[in-house]
């Protein structure tokens, strides 16, 4: 009976090293990301690059989309119960602010982990709080002109004459365009909304003050963003698309000359072939008479964050470190197979880079839009980002449907004052 | 009988009129559907074109939906839960709807109309509460987490307590006379009678279940739990959106509901005076 | 809330006192659960409506939430909307589910099964594709615009989505595309109750349809009208999934409904959780008010 028991004592001492060991032996970080085509494939290129690094480490991916990854996040930090959160999180640039300070805490701080002078300064800048850093940036956002080159000579024009351009020069040519050709030189979705943002960041200017209040009322370059839109919309220029499938439409089947966008609609573009060579890459307008335009912006895009509450942080960290942040070659790999642009700037280095793209005449487009995403202005986020920018789309809309601009915005102002007021 | 004949002769206009209404109601209830059903066969750039007819890429959208995604995890988890809270939820709601209208008393009706306030309060308020009620009981990631709460709703109790006042009485006090218990009055004599409202309910519960969308997301965080609603989400939150697999996707999601309004539609139409003659 | 606990009745008559209470049983897994599941979140969300601040960072702010309520622009323009909504589409909605329910409960009626199913066919086809297709069809480039403009009916392609009443329309068309058959299933149930025989009699007598429709349809069917009319009230006062695909609540807050602003201040904004649960609360006692008034006027009749 003893031998028996000291037999079964071992064989249990051993299966619990046994299972610790195995437990030791496979670390899994999970991560949460949506587009199989673009982030799910470059985490996954990401694990094969650290596979070979600490081969001790697996890397599960999950399929979810961004809003609900968004909504998980929220019902877990309110309810405290964190046990289904992955390690890894990818968030739109967007929301950042206003989960890093309304949840704060829940998110692992990276400010030591990563050497943040290889990203270009507006991105870093959209998850820093408080001073720390709390995200890896990945896709770019930075915003381009893709333009139909055909269209365009047909008018006359060449992808020289839209570049470095202001908005009404932009406006006239489009007239110009549209008397020619009959086609509208843009296209974008419905309410314009999207130049809200890209405007008012290229002159360098965000809805909000140093301190975190509203400034919209009487600011000089959103009021000048606004009656730029209403400009280019009364001109009959602009397509309207009325959701993101006629957007796309448009785009593929030359109802409009070009779309503003961020360089990520590359990967939508490309998808008319029979288009190949008509196309062309340059930077978007700047708004005139405003000191410090530049005709540089930036348009979505999106960022990693590590959970606090992960027990595996540090490695999951390390593991952004050693990848999104440290490997110039993953990012070459990535962008020949799914055109995802990097924010890491050593990356613009690569061959991959430097290549002609054929789809736009041979033009290295890759390299001119890590060009232009380095001079893109910063400008601080802030928690009330989304309202401030409803309000403004508010505020756009009734321009456009004949109201008094200044008292417009000032009407915004009050808005999003109203719903930061508790 | 000369009479009648007559009398449809006269009734012919009014006929056509009839005909020519139901003919415009069928045919915008079922375009969308049709469009749907044609994008599933059509590639991206056909969709893009507002192409109104069959194309020959069904195969490859049904390659790049199978490849990229857990159709078959996600159709299963679904059908499993739709079903199980339909079963469940027909169960326990009918017994509440004929023990309120059977057993009526004014107690019963004040409980009744406070359960009807339940009905009144919007899924997004309760969402954090219940959430973290679940959370501490464990439920997370499990069907009775995702069922419970259409299990017993306001809704269906209401449906069969309305459906139950036309049920007759005198077939109660006869069940009664022969000495048959009350459960067994319920499940013998008021089921079998009542198949039309159940077929209704089960239809409209099936239907609910199946597209739920919030509650799913937030209790069924597990990746092996990913119900269709959440793959379909998935499948347009992309850069590069492709409308063919989507359609695709959504046009299998109507199979199951379909499935079933086939089903049970003769009960909707039979009726019970028809079966119990 | 009142207690669930049987009350033994006063006016005790036997063996009716015994069976209404042996009732409780049928109804209690049902009420349990309710409560449960529904009061006790509904509390909890009650006394998160009294409290603010961001996330979980909260603080006891008394009734402000819904004092506060009365200034929010966008709030009461949400009501305004969502009581257009309500007094527009469940009247016209029920009407011509009810008439297509008589229509096809036609004995004599040809295909009927054919048209059943097709005026089904919305309810299953998803919201995504019916979003879809709906802003295809009123885009500027659509199929409505390009048929007015070739009938010579307007002169430049109308803006359907983004001028405010056609929008608050078009959400209206969506929702009766989309309920129009739901409710039919519960008439065509509910007319299975009524003997078809009564019918041939009222023909005989020499009836006319209208006639039928009026004295034998919808007075016989009152049980099921009245549970449609509350459910609907409920359903538009709570409307979300059309408006969130179709529009998100633009241009300018014209269609935004209050759950679609509760979503929004939950999930989209910086989360408010107090004064969503305060809005939330509104819809709850309108829903209530008038539900109580349609019983009310459903039971006198």
Same mark, same amino acid.
């Given at each position: 009976?003893?031998?028996?028991?000291?037999?079964?004592?071992?064989?249990?001492?051993?299966?619990?090293?046994?299972?610790?060991?195995?437990?030791?032996?496979?670390?899994?970080?999970?991560?949460?990301?949506?587009?199989?085509?673009?982030?799910?494939?470059?985490?996954?290129?990401?694990?094969?690059?650290?596979?070979?690094?600490?081969?001790?480490?697996?890397?599960?991916?999950?399929?979810?989309?961004?809003?609900?990854?968004?909504?998980?996040?929220?019902?877990?930090?309110?309810?405290?119960?964190?046990?289904?959160?992955?390690?890894?999180?990818?968030?739109?640039?967007?929301?950042?602010?206003?989960?890093?300070?309304?949840?704060?805490?829940?998110?692992?701080?990276?400010?030591?982990?990563?050497?943040?002078?290889?990203?270009?300064?507006?991105?870093?800048?959209?998850?820093?709080?408080?001073?720390?850093?709390?995200?890896?940036?990945?896709?770019?956002?930075?915003?381009?002109?893709?333009?139909?080159?055909?269209?365009?000579?047909?008018?006359?024009?060449?992808?020289?004459?839209?570049?470095?351009?202001?908005?009404?020069?932009?406006?006239?040519?489009?007239?110009?365009?549209?008397?020619?050709?009959?086609?509208?030189?843009?296209?974008?979705?419905?309410?314009?909304?999207?130049?809200?943002?890209?405007?008012?960041?290229?002159?360098?200017?965000?809805?909000?003050?140093?301190?975190?209040?509203?400034?919209?009322?009487?600011?000089?370059?959103?009021?000048?963003?606004?009656?730029?839109?209403?400009?280019?919309?009364?001109?009959?220029?602009?397509?309207?698309?009325?959701?993101?499938?006629?957007?796309?439409?448009?785009?593929?089947?030359?109802?409009?000359?070009?779309?503003?966008?961020?360089?990520?609609?590359?990967?939508?573009?490309?998808?008319?072939?029979?288009?190949?060579?008509?196309?062309?890459?340059?930077?978007?307008?700047?708004?005139?008479?405003?000191?410090?335009?530049?005709?540089?912006?930036?348009?979505?895009?999106?960022?990693?964050?590590?959970?606090?509450?992960?027990?595996?942080?540090?490695?999951?960290?390390?593991?952004?470190?050693?990848?999104?942040?440290?490997?110039?070659?993953?990012?070459?790999?990535?962008?020949?197979?799914?055109?995802?642009?990097?924010?890491?700037?050593?990356?613009?280095?690569?061959?991959?880079?430097?290549?002609?793209?054929?789809?736009?005449?041979?033009?290295?487009?890759?390299?001119?839009?890590?060009?232009?995403?380095?001079?893109?202005?910063?400008?601080?986020?802030?928690?009330?980002?989304?309202?401030?920018?409803?309000?403004?789309?508010?505020?756009?809309?009734?321009?456009?449907?004949?109201?008094?601009?200044?008292?417009?915005?000032?009407?915004?102002?009050?808005?999003?004052?109203?719903?930061?007021?508790? | 009988?000369?009479?009648?004949?007559?009398?449809?002769?006269?009734?012919?206009?009014?006929?056509?009129?009839?005909?020519?209404?139901?003919?415009?109601?069928?045919?915008?209830?079922?375009?969308?559907?049709?469009?749907?059903?044609?994008?599933?066969?059509?590639?991206?750039?056909?969709?893009?074109?507002?192409?109104?007819?069959?194309?020959?890429?069904?195969?490859?959208?049904?390659?790049?939906?199978?490849?990229?995604?857990?159709?078959?995890?996600?159709?299963?988890?679904?059908?499993?839960?739709?079903?199980?809270?339909?079963?469940?939820?027909?169960?326990?709601?009918?017994?509440?709807?004929?023990?309120?209208?059977?057993?009526?008393?004014?107690?019963?009706?004040?409980?009744?109309?406070?359960?009807?306030?339940?009905?009144?309060?919007?899924?997004?308020?309760?969402?954090?509460?219940?959430?973290?009620?679940?959370?501490?009981?464990?439920?997370?990631?499990?069907?009775?987490?995702?069922?419970?709460?259409?299990?017993?709703?306001?809704?269906?109790?209401?449906?069969?307590?309305?459906?139950?006042?036309?049920?007759?009485?005198?077939?109660?006090?006869?069940?009664?006379?022969?000495?048959?218990?009350?459960?067994?009055?319920?499940?013998?004599?008021?089921?079998?009678?009542?198949?039309?409202?159940?077929?209704?309910?089960?239809?409209?519960?099936?239907?609910?279940?199946?597209?739920?969308?919030?509650?799913?997301?937030?209790?069924?965080?597990?990746?092996?739990?990913?119900?269709?609603?959440?793959?379909?989400?998935?499948?347009?939150?992309?850069?590069?959106?492709?409308?063919?697999?989507?359609?695709?996707?959504?046009?299998?999601?109507?199979?199951?509901?379909?499935?079933?309004?086939?089903?049970?539609?003769?009960?909707?139409?039979?009726?019970?005076?028809?079966?119990?003659? | 809330?009142?207690?669930?606990?049987?009350?033994?009745?006063?006016?005790?008559?036997?063996?009716?006192?015994?069976?209404?209470?042996?009732?409780?049983?049928?109804?209690?897994?049902?009420?349990?659960?309710?409560?449960?599941?529904?009061?006790?979140?509904?509390?909890?969300?009650?006394?998160?409506?009294?409290?603010?601040?961001?996330?979980?960072?909260?603080?006891?702010?008394?009734?402000?939430?819904?004092?506060?309520?009365?200034?929010?622009?966008?709030?009461?323009?949400?009501?305004?909307?969502?009581?257009?909504?309500?007094?527009?589409?469940?009247?016209?909605?029920?009407?011509?589910?009810?008439?297509?329910?008589?229509?096809?409960?036609?004995?004599?009626?040809?295909?009927?099964?054919?048209?059943?199913?097709?005026?089904?066919?919305?309810?299953?086809?998803?919201?995504?594709?019916?979003?879809? !297709?709906?802003?295809? =069809?009123?885009? %500027?480039?659509? &199929?409505?615009? +390009?048929? *007015?403009? /070739?009938? $010579?009916?307007?002169?430049?392609?109308?803006?359907?989505?983004?001028?405010?009443?056609?929008?608050?329309?078009?959400?209206?068309?969506?929702?009766?595309?989309?309920?129009?058959?739901?409710?039919?299933?519960?008439?065509?149930?509910?007319?299975?109750?009524?003997?078809?025989?009564?019918?041939?009699?009222?023909?005989?007598?020499?009836?006319?349809?209208?006639?039928?429709?009026?004295? !034998?349809?919808?007075? =016989?069917?009152? %049980?099921?009208? &009245?549970?449609? +009319?509350? *459910?609907? /009230?409920? $359903?538009?006062?709570?409307?979300?999934?059309?408006?969130?695909?179709?529009?998100?609540?633009?241009?300018?807050?014209?269609?935004?409904?209050?759950?679609?602003?509760?979503?929004?201040?939950?999930?989209?904004?910086?989360?408010?959780?107090?004064?969503?649960?305060?809005?939330?609360?509104?819809?709850?006692?309108?829903?209530?008010?008038?539900?109580?008034?349609?019983?009310?006027?459903?039971?006198?009749?």
């Amino acid at each position: 009976m003893k031998k028996f028991l000291s037999v079964l004592l071992t064989v249990v001492l051993l299966a619990s090293f046994a299972a610790v060991a195995g437990a030791e032996e496979k670390t899994t970080i999970t991560v949460w990301c949506w587009d199989p085509a673009f982030n799910i494939y470059a985490m996954n290129e990401a694990a094969k690059v650290y596979a070979q690094i600490n081969p001790d480490v697996e890397i599960e991916v999950i399929e979810v989309a961004s809003n609900d990854c968004e909504t998980r996040q929220t019902a877990a930090f309110i309810s405290g119960q964190m046990d289904d959160l992955p390690d890894i999180v990818l968030m739109q640039d967007n929301s950042g602010q206003k989960f890093l300070s309304t949840y704060p805490g829940m998110y692992y701080d990276l400010t030591d982990k990563i050497d943040y002078s290889n990203f270009a300064d507006f991105k870093v800048n959209y998850f820093v709080s408080e001073g720390r850093n709390y995200a890896v940036p990945f896709d770019n956002g930075c915003a381009a002109m893709f333009i139909r080159t055909d269209i365009l000579e047909e008018a006359g024009y060449t992808l020289a004459d839209v570049t470095d351009i202001t908005w009404s020069r932009f406006i006239e040519i489009g007239k110009d365009v549209k008397e020619k050709t009959g086609v509208p030189i843009l296209t974008c979705e419905m309410g314009l909304a999207d130049f809200l943002m890209m405007i008012p960041q290229s002159a360098g200017t965000w809805y909000f003050d140093e301190e975190g209040n509203p400034n919209i009322a009487g600011n000089e370059v959103l009021k000048a963003t606004l009656e730029t839109i209403k400009q280019m919309a009364d001109a009959g220029i602009v397509y309207e698309a009325v959701d993101w499938a006629e957007y796309i439409s448009t785009l593929n089947t030359g109802k409009a000359a070009s779309t503003i966008q961020g360089c990520w609609i590359l990967g939508s573009v490309v998808l008319a072939e029979d288009q190949a060579g008509k196309w062309g890459v340059t930077n978007i307008p700047r708004l005139d008479n405003i000191e410090g335009a530049t005709n540089y912006s930036n348009q979505g895009g999106s960022s990693w964050l590590v959970l606090a509450n992960s027990e595996n942080a540090e490695i999951a960290a390390d593991f952004l470190n050693q990848t999104f942040a440290g490997s110039t070659e993953f990012y070459q790999t990535i962008l020949k197979s799914s055109g995802a642009i990097a924010t890491y700037l050593p990356a613009a280095e690569g061959e991959a880079y430097a290549a002609p793209h054929e789809f736009f005449g041979g033009q290295a487009v890759f390299a001119d839009i890590m060009e232009f995403s380095a001079q893109i202005p910063k400008v601080e986020l802030r928690l009330y980002n989304y309202e401030a920018r409803d309000a403004l789309r508010d505020a756009l809309q009734a321009y456009r449907d004949g109201g008094d601009l200044d008292s417009l915005m000032q009407e915004a102002q009050d808005t999003v004052e109203f719903l930061m007021m508790e | 009988m000369s009479q009648i004949r007559i009398r449809r002769g006269k009734l012919r206009p009014a006929r056509v009129a009839k005909y020519a209404f139901l003919v415009l109601a069928s045919f915008l209830s079922a375009f969308p559907f049709y469009w749907m059903l044609v994008s599933a066969t059509n590639s991206n750039q056909a969709i893009m074109e507002m192409r109104m007819f069959p194309g020959a890429n069904l195969i490859e959208n049904w390659k790049t939906l199978t490849a990229g995604y857990a159709l078959g995890t996600a159709f299963l988890n679904s059908l499993r839960n739709a079903t199980v809270t339909t079963v469940c939820a027909l169960f326990i709601s009918s017994l509440a709807g004929y023990g309120f209208v059977v057993y009526r008393d004014k107690y019963k009706n004040l409980v009744m109309s406070l359960l009807m306030l339940s009905m009144m309060v919007p899924a997004a308020a309760t969402l954090i509460p219940m959430f973290r009620m679940f959370s501490r009981m464990g439920l997370n990631n499990s069907l009775l987490g995702v069922m419970l709460p259409s299990v017993a709703t306001a809704f269906l109790i209401f449906m069969f307590r309305q459906g139950t006042q036309s049920f007759p009485d005198a077939i109660i006090q006869a069940a009664r006379i022969d000495g048959l218990g009350e459960l067994r009055i319920f499940l013998q004599m008021y089921m079998p009678i009542m198949k039309p409202t159940y077929a209704a309910a089960a239809t409209v519960t099936f239907m609910n279940a199946w597209n739920a969308y919030l509650w799913p997301l937030v209790i069924l965080q597990s990746p092996d739990q990913i119900t269709m609603p959440m793959l379909i989400s998935n499948t347009m939150n992309v850069y590069v959106v492709d409308y063919g697999m989507v359609m695709l996707a959504v046009s299998i999601c109507t199979i199951p509901t379909l499935v079933l309004f086939f089903a049970l539609q003769r009960s909707f139409v039979e009726g019970i005076l028809g079966s119990v003659k | 809330m009142t207690t669930t606990q049987p009350k033994p009745l006063r006016k005790s008559k036997g063996l009716m006192h015994h069976i209404n209470r042996v009732g409780w049983l049928f109804i209690l897994p049902a009420v349990a659960l309710i409560l449960v599941l529904c009061f006790y979140p509904m509390i909890e969300a009650f006394i998160l409506s009294l409290q603010k601040g961001k996330g979980n960072n909260l603080s006891w702010n008394g009734l402000n939430n819904y004092t506060r309520l009365f200034k929010d622009k966008v709030y009461l323009q949400a009501v305004q909307n969502t009581f257009f909504y309500l007094i527009i589409q469940v009247p016209i909605m029920l009407g011509i589910a009810l008439l297509l329910a008589s229509m096809l409960n036609d004995k004599t009626l040809r295909f009927k099964g054919i048209f059943r199913t097709l005026i089904f066919l919305p309810c299953a086809t998803s919201l995504v594709s019916c979003s879809i !297709i709906f802003k295809q =069809l009123f885009s %500027p480039s659509g &199929l409505v615009n +390009t048929l *007015l403009l /070739t009938w $010579g009916w307007i002169s430049e392609p109308y803006p359907f989505l983004t001028e405010a009443t056609s929008a608050r329309i078009i959400i209206i068309v969506t929702m009766l595309w989309r309920w129009t058959g739901y409710n039919m299933i519960f008439y065509l149930a509910g007319l299975q109750n009524i003997d078809y025989q009564v019918y041939e009699a009222a023909r005989i007598d020499g009836a006319s349809a209208v006639q039928q429709f009026t004295k !034998i349809t919808v007075p =016989l069917l009152k %049980p099921i009208i &009245l549970m449609t +009319t509350v *459910l609907s /009230t409920n $359903g538009t006062l709570q409307l979300f999934d059309e408006v969130r695909n179709m529009t998100n609540g633009g241009p300018n807050n014209a269609t935004t409904t209050i759950s679609t602003y509760i979503y929004k201040l939950s999930f989209e904004q910086v989360p408010q959780f107090g004064y969503a649960s305060a809005l939330a609360y509104t819809i709850f006692i309108m829903v209530a008010i008038l539900a109580l008034i349609q019983m009310k006027v459903g039971d006198k009749q």
